[in-house]
């Protein structure tokens, strides 16, 4: 199908079904609020590695800890429910590039997966057997977004943003922000692929989908809403229905219980 044909992307966040799968022919993005109360936290902090709990201890404010802690374990919940494996059990490892995967062997099926938090907000990214990332980042009135756009974005980009109003341009350079590093995070080369060679060329028609310039494979990234005052993206290859899940706290305080 040309990509200019291609329907467009899911937009609602839904409750997800009771016995939720994942097919090989979808990505599944959830998205979750961070800011959880005391039972459904102290719940999900259980289930975290000794290396994760300490990891979390490291942040110096307490709604940091509290975050790290409820979207780490909010992973290893989602991952519990798609490979079956006991969330608190799971193995998960680096790749050279520090991209996060599961340890091999656990689990039956392949599982790929990404997860990004800002404040108050994470995205958590699977599919099967196609690589992918995510992003979101808290739109900030503040940021100087021109400076950062000059110093990580491809000249051309940089000079299309500078074209825009304000508004448009700082709507523009978090939808580029979120694109890139969706993309960087699936190749999982972290801070060794720089965001000025992750290029964007948005698809006509389709102002929320993209592809990287020069990728090799079938890449692509599509932007998301995760709610007002946030961008998110998430990027992967192949040809994928896209499928959006908001955990909710009814289903998180079923599973915990
Ligand atoms: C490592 C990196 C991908 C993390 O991104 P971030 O925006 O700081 O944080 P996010 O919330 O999006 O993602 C963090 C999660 O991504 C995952 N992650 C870590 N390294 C990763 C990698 N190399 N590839 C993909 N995912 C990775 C982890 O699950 C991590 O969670 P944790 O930190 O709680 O363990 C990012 O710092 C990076 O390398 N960016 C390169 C691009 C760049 O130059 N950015 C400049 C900003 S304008």
Known sequence: ???????????????????????????????????????????????????????????????????????????????????????????????????????????????????????DLALFAFAREAEVGVDVERRRDDLPWRKLAERFFAPAEYASLLALPEEEGSAAFFALWVGKEAYVKALGEGLRMPLRAAQLRWSAGQQAQARPEGAAGDWRVQLLAPGAGYSGAVAYTGELHLRLWDAGELPLALELN
């Open 1 to 119: 199908m040309e990509e200019t044909d291609r329907p467009p992307a899911e937009s609602t966040w839904r409750q997800p079904p009771a016995g939720l799968t994942l097919p090989q022919n979808e990505l599944h993005v959830w998205r979750a609020r961070l800011d959880l109360a005391a039972g459904p936290l102290a719940a999900l902090t259980r289930l975290l590695s000794p290396e994760e709990a300490t990891r979390a201890n490291r942040f110096y404010q307490q709604r940091d800890r509290e975050q790290f802690a409820a979207a780490h374990g909010l992973l290893r919940l989602l991952v519990g429910r798609y490979t079956g494996l006991p969330p608190a059990q799971i193995g998960f490892a680096a790749a050279s590039g520090g991209k996060p995967r599961l340890v091999p062997g656990q689990s039956g099926r392949p599982l790929h997966f990404n997860l990004a938090h800002t404040r």
